[in-house]
């Protein structure tokens, strides 16, 4: 993966306002890969005492943005389809990990997988994302 990339998507990810209120941390990052790692706190419960499946999906959609746009252009969502198999236990640590497993010069998919710290499947998702072909409009910074 180009050095510089990485480089610009963790200053990115380190940036962003929605990953900073989800207190969303990038942890590796290579092409057409990515994991990244939130802590469950109890403002993400739902009215239930549960995840809320919009924080869940925050961390899966964080993987996803940064694992597609991993190649150095700007590739953006067309669609994810999530499964929730399991809440996770308050306060603990989740991961979501997002593979490439098809890229064309136009679209790319992408399987995600979230595990709370005892490595148990919390979603799945399958995702797909359109690639504009242009460079990241950040790398020069």
Known sequence: MDEKVKEAIFRKVKQEPFAQKFG????????????VEMKFTPDMENFLGMAHGGAIFALIDEAFETASNSHGTVAVALNMNITFIAPPPP????I??????SKTSKTAVYDIKLFDEQHHLIASCEALVYRKGISLPFLKE
Do not use: P
């Open 96 to 101: 979501a990990e997002a593979k490439e497993f």
């Open 24 to 35: 969303i941390k990038l942890l590796e990052l290579d092409e057409g890969y990515s994991k």
């Open 91 to 94: 306060e603990t640590s989740l």
